[in-house]
């Protein structure tokens, strides 16, 4: 299935969408969306700036222009689902457990933070919010949010399990494999794509014969649709009525979400993607497309929201932001005795 005018947008980056359905959804979600969204968006500016500045060691990876997707599909989630994401998780992360300090205690290397600040950026994980967590490793989690899917299954639990991948991820065996078992086994996962267009640095061109993934969705017999991952509306309507469905009935399905980092693969340039040159005027035109200002704009223009609110949304965000970095700035460096704790487990 299609969201209408998908396919024009991946095939014309000129492209632009008109306003948000808002329709049907109450006023408060989307008051929730806005502020998410704006959330995550000023947290990761924050990362990327203070990795600009050397206050972070390790590497970041950033989905600036990304955040519908997350904040779409974590709405309709419980704590008792399992959540597993990628390389590019704050998003995800954040969009089920708001607590910045932990998010930016962990990059900071802090004993505060999400991993015990053993992982960084990459190894996140909060388990009382059912973020189960997330790795480097390509597709490294697709399989586990499988077996997660099972294990809820066999429970016989109403609980699902949700899958983030890229694009570049469907490139990996065993992610065909894991489309293949969930379906066999009627498993309640749901794989939620968000093509960027880019892995690393090569463009869907240059890797694929389409710039589309749903297919595999299609050859595995599992339903799928494919969005525009900037309309956190559309994102929310199709991963609610694909949760619902998986409650009642255990089975696989897929989302595709097109959507477009304005950062390139690691850390804070925005014009390079890992030594390659990636169009300017491509990413303008993404920006655009930009998903809280879409949000925003729809909202006043419907009367639901106002200028004024909106300055207010802006200063609570900075605040929070501020307050919060300034806490995981002061918070203590694990110990160096605790190096090894978490390596090897004693029987």
Known sequence: MLSEGVENFI????FIFPELNLSQIKPSYLED???S???IRAAEI???KAKKNGLIKGPVHLGVGQEAIAVGVSKSLRDTDRIFGAHRSHSHILGVDKDLRKLFAEVLGRKTGFSAGMGGS???ASKSKGFMGSVPIVTGTVPLAVGAGLASKLQKSSDIAISYLGDGATEEGVFHESLNFARVSNIPVLFVVENNLFSSHMHMSLRQPLNTINRFAKAHKIK???LDGNDVIEIYKTSSEFIKNMRSKPEPYLIEAITYRWFGHVDWRDDIDVGVARSKKDLLNWKKRDPIKRLRDAMINKKIWTNEKQLNLDVKV??????NWETAMKDDFPDRNSLLDNV????
Do not use: C, G, T
Request: aromatic share 10%; proline share 3%.
């Open 11 to 14: 095939e014309d980056p000129n």
């Open 33 to 35: 969306f806005l502020f």
């Open 37 to 39: 969204m704006s959330l």
């Open 46 to 48: 924050k990362i990327a």
């Open 122 to 124: 990459m190894h996140l």
């Open 224 to 226: 799928a649709k494919l």
């Open 318 to 323: 900075k605040n929070l932001v501020e307050e």
């Open 344 to 347: 090897y487990k004693d029987d």
